[in-house]
């Protein structure tokens, strides 16, 4: 089944100079870019944002870091996106992500680690919702999309 997910390239991917590696894997995958946009993130979507960190000892370092410079927020649209967008990511430490992976390839930090990744496809909603308005999500046709998933895969 299609799914959409929301991916932010960190302030820390956007200072190393790395998004065009990092939009082009997932481009290469086959995922569908349906939204793009740069955003400086504020206090109040972070609150909201990581609402499940907010008694963590790191809350307001991970705040501090995410504010440092702008974002990239996209969002992807595939089969199984979810899902295909977390494994090319790779585990939230660099250190510990397998190689191939863009944390494994770009990271060597459980902080600094280039990229956030929707967890859930019931969060990845959410995600959407809170970064894109519904006129900066785009539905079109890929050229090319008969040759990335056959029509069986796309009913699942």
Same mark, same amino acid.
């Given at each position: 089944?299609? @799914? ?33 946009? %740069? ?26 870091? %995410? ?6 927020? %996209? ?11 977390? %494994? ?23 902080? @600094? ?15 959407? @919702? ?22 069986? @895969?796309?009913?699942?």
């Amino acid at each position: 089944m299609l @799914e959409k997910t929301l991916v932010i390239i960190k302030p820390c991917g956007l200072q190393r100079e790395i998004l065009g590696e990092v939009i082009t894997r997932f481009e290469r995958k086959g995922l569908r870019l349906a939204g793009l946009k %740069m955003l400086r993130l504020t206090h109040e979507i972070l609150d909201v944002h990581y609402a499940h960190l907010v008694d963590k000892p790191f809350f307001a370092r991970i705040k501090e870091s %995410m504010m440092a410079s702008p974002v990239v927020l %996209m969002c992807l649209e595939g089969v199984e996106a979810v899902a295909v967008v977390r %494994m090319m990511t790779g585990v939230t430490n660099g250190r510990n992500a397998a190689s191939g992976t863009i944390r494994g390839d770009f990271s060597m930090s459980n902080q @600094e680690n280039i990229i956030h990744a929707s967890d859930s496809a019931d969060n990845a909603i959410l995600e959407i @919702e809170r970064f894109f308005g519904k006129n900066e999500i785009f539905d079109y046709q890929k050229i090319n999309s008969c040759f990335v998933n056959n029509s069986e @895969e796309l009913l699942i």
